[in-house]
């Protein structure tokens, strides 16, 4: 190596060193500056800690508890099991006046699925009956209008080439029974 090259590789260094040296004056001059700005903000919430008086609300004295007493003397019992068969008398008569399922009729074997589990894959036709095919449990079963399926007392109203139309009936949360109309659809790709 030639002694120009060791002198410019000298001048290299000592700019790199004076660099160095800057940066870490420099950075030790903001941080002085930054420990002035902390100590006046610590000083400022210090005075305004003690020029605002705390704030303390009254909390209100809670209400005494005092428990209901309930005297059997001349009152009904709430717990009578003849007055309680009565009103669940009187709410089955309440009941009658709109539809409620036959409880007497033998129910069908599709009636032990919900609906959700049941899947229409067909549609046949004999003499001039239209049938649905329903696959449950890996078994085909053949039903038609007037048969039951599903677990909410579901009839067969009608059936299409797409769709079996069910009447259903179930308990509202009055205790009332309600109809309502539910479709179950063909699947794609059969009873797989």
Known sequence: MSAAAIRVGAIKVKKMRASALSLVVMTMLLGGCFGNDQAEIREWMEA???ETPPKIETISKPKDYVPYEYKVEGNADPFDPVKLADLL???A???TKGKKPDFDRRREVLEAYSLDTLKMVGVLEQKKVTYALIAADQTLHQI???NYLGQNFGKVTRITETEVHLK???QDATGDWVERETTLQLQEGGGK
Do not use: D
Request: no cysteine; glycine share 6%.
């Open 48 to 50: 305004t800690r003690k």
């Open 93 to 95: 008569e309440k009941n």
């Open 144 to 146: 038609k209008v007037g």
């Open 168 to 170: 259903e009936l179930a």
């Open 89 to 91: 008398k009187r709410l």
